[in-house]
């Protein structure tokens, strides 16, 4: 009754009022006499007119901006997971999408299409969303660093850190005296060209500095946190020096800067001695993120973007300011978490690549077009190489490290990746750099950040094998070994309950490891340790309610997949078991067309034709990432489709396929263990046809008599699934039936399904 109401309220009302405006509409009409308005357009005009509108909106600043956008945000994603497959930090393919997409390959290979989608007029645009990208970048950069740190291991730090300033400066200067003839701009004096020259060849890098140290396991160590200081304390001495740089270009002479200097050197006073006591106090107050409202985020924003206004007022540039506001911020882990997270999305998602490909229409490497030319390349990252990293090697092994660790200490601080192209952005807007040199400094620092993971292993496999990552619980031969790899920390409870109904009685025959991995670009070296209790507190509680003891594992990551197989194949484990993977195209029709084309064009699809490795596991039921360890791993994979698991009490196995023969090996571990009731469903009578699986039963049957049964003309019902806690089956019996789309799948409990490996 009271949806009729509402359905004939909504009628009438609906109803009532189109009429009323219908009414007027056409009593209106008759105010046009007299006004000259024609109607009589034929439909030919009327299509044109059309398309002229749709044309004309396409060329719409706007419109132009946000297409700009798409196919910016689509490249960069493309190159960076490109390089992320072949170990490289994204940043290198998010550079290398720009130089894409500028003059240098877009523009030669397809200008028309490049002249429309970056017209000159256009960039202008572009130019001022990338400079707010980077505004919010260098905020980041600034949280990120620990000041804290820097006051306790300062000694060292310092040295080894200023050393990799000064050599490299020394050489820089150096080569801007031979370059200063055949490469500078006209009107620029030879001290303001050398001291930007020196300046880009000391630039370290120190977000991607902070996640290769986080990816390689290095940031709980000695040699981890020396590098981490080393890196800090270089990224304030090189944009100190180069706000004074900035001062000296912008003022033409050293004694006319000292002005901007001194305004500079007051603007830090203030920036420490008042604002940053003020800012640490509303952070002790604010630091929940119930607590962190609006007005008070309004603060923190103000406060960075008078910081960037202040600095391009006196003239070291805005970013200085931005990254000074970050480096004030209020210490608490759990504000910066929080306020990073409000910030770094947008900034590093959206706006930063505007930056890398505005970058790369800046950069012209077709300029260097003569042998000349490649081999002043060659030794611009010649000199870059030697000064930064042989400085940092010198200085680290000067104050007492060993030669493993120097050389390491030098490849990282040789990383130069995003905070190179700040520098020469700079540089190419202040008129101190002519394209020629901006596209051979470009060139340097996409090298000497490419080259810092091979160097590295390189390092590793001189001095000694990598450090094992294998827990010593499992190092032991003769063990029923485990590992749980888990996503989402609430969701590892229940592997672990199933692993422990796999393993309890075990005791000291078996051992449990946990391994989370975080995605690097999700994870700061300030927020670690919080982060790694954090993702371990719900598995750890749930180890003391069961009185289980496990072993754990915690890894930033630039490749969580294959870095699960590699410790999974390099470790003494007999099992691996992960939570099924969800694909991001299920769900929804527009899901299931990109999933489709995804499924055509898939990377990893044809990288495995290509190998003569057909993927075996090609259908959707599994996402890409739960193929792709299934497909790699060297031991057995169980994938939990988890439902609320509890226990395994009940377990019901059905037989489709001879792999699912093995399966009964995984029962009898539940039964001995967990005193598992089973039920084998065999209804293709694959059983009775293997002597091997009729022995098996048979001893289960003889040790725990009444605890396996077995039945070849039952059915599997509703009413059966209902009993049953758990169902075992291998991924080729789930494929099957996951295909034939088996209608008791949707009412099945929590499954085990099974890639056994012997």
């Known amino acids: 009754m009271k949806k009729l109401k509402s359905s004939l309220f909504y009628m009438t009302t609906i109803g009532t009022f189109s009429m009323l405006i219908y009414w007027?509409?056409?009593?209106?009409?008759?105010?046009?006499?007299?006004?000259?308005?024609?109607?009589?357009?034929?439909r030919q005009s009327q299509w044109q007119e059309f398309v002229d509108t749709v044309l004309h909106n396409i060329q719409h600043p706007l419109a132009t901006l946000l297409a700009q956008i798409v196919v910016i945000i689509l490249t960069a994603r493309l190159f960076g997971w490109l390089c992320k497959k072949i170990g490289q930090p994204t940043v290198i393919g998010e550079i290398i999408a720009g130089i894409a997409l500028g003059p240098s390959f877009?523009?030669?290979?397809?200008?028309?299409?490049?002249?429309?989608?970056?017209?000159?007029?256009?960039?202008?645009?572009?130019?001022?969303?990338?400079?707010?990208?980077?505004?919010?970048?260098?905020?980041?950069?600034?949280?990120?660093?620990?000041?804290k740190v820097l006051q306790n291991k300062a000694q060292d730090a310092v040295v080894i850190s200023h050393a990799s300033i000064i050599f490299p400066f020394a050489l820089g200067v150096a080569l801007a005296y031979l370059l200063y003839t055949s490469f500078a701009p006209i009107g620029i004096d030879f001290t303001s060209f050398a001291l930007f020259i020196g300046i880009s060849m000391s630039i370290t890098a120190f977000p991607v500095l902070a996640r290769i140290v986080q990816e390689r396991n290095l940031q709980k160590?000695?040699?981890?946190?020396?590098?981490?200081?080393?890196?800090?304390?270089?990224?304030?001495?090189?944009?100190?020096?180069?706000?004074?740089?900035?001062?000296i270009v912008k003022a033409g002479n050293f004694v006319s800067s000292l002005y901007i200097i001194l305004l500079a050197v007051g603007y830090v006073l203030v920036m420490i001695k008042l604002v940053r006591p003020f800012l640490k106090r509303i952070g002790e107050m604010y630091a929940s993120r119930e607590n962190l409202s609006k007005p008070i985020v309004a603060i923190f924003f103000l406060t960075l973007i008078l910081s960037a206004y202040l600095t391009e007022i006196i003239g070291i540039h805005a970013l200085f300011g931005a990254f000074m506001a970050g480096a004030i911020m209020p210490d608490n882990s759990k504000f910066r978490n929080t306020f990073t997270e409000k910030v770094e999305d947008v900034s590093l998602v959206l706006l930063l690549?505007?930056?890398?490909?505005?970058?790369?229409?800046?950069?012209?490497?077709?300029?260097?077009?003569?042998?000349?030319?490649?081999?002043?390349?060659?030794?611009i990252i010649a000199v870059a190489v030697v000064g930064k990293f042989v400085g940092s090697t010198a200085a680290a092994k000067f104050v007492g490290q060993n030669w493993k660790d120097s050389l390491t200490i030098g490849a990282l601080m040789n990383t130069r990746g995003l905070m190179e192209l700040v520098v020469l952005n700079i540089g190419y807007d202040l008129g101190v750099l002519t394209p020629e040199i901006f596209a051979m400094m470009v060139i340097m620092a996409l090298l000497t950040t490419f080259m810092t993971g091979p160097a590295l292993d390189l390092i590793e496999k001189i001095f000694k094998p990598k450090d094992s990552t294998v827990p010593a619980a499992v190092s032991r031969v003769g063990k029923y070994n485990i590992l749980i790899a888990f996503g989402h920390p609430e969701r590892s409870k229940n592997l672990?309950?199933?692993?422990?109904?796999?393993?309890?009685?075990?005791?000291?025959?078996?051992?449990?490891?946990?391994?989370?991995l975080t995605p690097t670009n999700d994870l700061h070296h300030y927020n670690a340790a919080q982060y790694e209790a954090d993702s371990f507190e719900p598995i750890l509680a749930e180890c003391e309610n069961i009185a289980q003891r496990i072993s754990t594992i915690f890894k930033a990551s630039n490749n969580m997949e294959s870095d699960i197989v590699e410790l999974a194949n390099d470790g003494l484990y007999d099992l691996l078991l992960i939570g099924v993977g969800q694909s991001i195209f299920d769900g929804s029709a527009l899901g299931k067309i990109f999933g489709f084309t995804t499924r055509i064009i898939n990377p990893e699809k044809i990288i495995y034709r290509v190998m003569g490795k057909e993927n075996p596991l090609e259908s959707s039921i599994f996402s890409d990432s739960t193929q792709q360890i299934l497909f790699r791993s060297r031991i057995t994979v169980g994938v939990f489709i988890d439902k609320d698991f509890k226990q395994a009490d009940r377990i019901l196995i059905p037989i489709y396929t001879p792999s699912d023969l093995k399966m009964i090996k995984y029962a009898q571990k539940f039964i001995h263990n967990s005193g598992s009731q089973i039920v084998i469903i065999d209804s293709k009578k694959l059983v009775s046809?293997?002597?091997?699986?009729?022995?098996?039963?048979?001893?289960?049957?003889?040790?725990?008599?009444?605890?396996?049964?077995?039945?070849?003309?039952?059915?599997?019902?509703?009413?059966?699934?209902?009993?049953?806690?758990?169902?075992?089956?291998?991924?080729?019996?789930?494929?099957?039936?996951?295909?034939?789309?088996?209608?008791?799948?949707?009412?099945?409990?929590?499954?085990?399904?099974?890639k056994h490996r012997d």
């Not at 080393?230 to 100190?240: G, M, R, V």
């Not at 422990?500 to 005791?507: F, R, V, Y």
Request: one cysteine or more; charged letters at 15%.
């Open 496 to 516: 672990l309950r199933l692993a422990h109904g796999l393993s309890k009685k075990l005791d000291r025959s078996t051992s449990i490891t946990a391994v989370h």
């Open 689 to 754: 046809k293997s002597t091997e699986t009729l022995e098996l039963i048979r001893a289960i049957e003889q040790v725990a008599p009444n605890h396996i049964s077995r039945h070849e003309q039952l059915d599997i019902s509703h009413e059966l699934l209902q009993q049953q806690d758990l169902i075992i089956m291998s991924t080729e019996s789930w494929k099957e039936l996951f295909d034939n789309r088996n209608l008791w799948l949707s009412h099945m409990p929590s499954a085990l399904l099974i």
């Open 24 to 42: 007027i509409i056409q009593h209106g009409k008759i105010m046009e006499t007299d006004r000259h308005i024609n109607h009589t357009h034929s």
């Open 221 to 247: 160590t000695k040699l981890g946190t020396i590098v981490i200081t080393c890196a800090a304390a270089d990224d304030i001495t090189a944009w100190c020096l180069l706000a004074a740089v900035i001062a």
């Open 353 to 379: 690549p505007l930056f890398f490909v505005y970058t790369g229409l800046r950069t012209q490497i077709g300029l260097l077009n003569e042998p000349y030319h490649w081999q002043i390349t060659a030794l």
């Open 106 to 147: 877009l523009g030669i290979y397809f200008p028309e299409f490049s002249s429309a989608l970056f017209p000159v007029e256009s960039l202008s645009n572009l130019q001022f969303l990338s400079q707010i990208g980077l505004i919010f970048f260098m905020f980041i950069i600034g949280m990120e660093l620990d000041l």
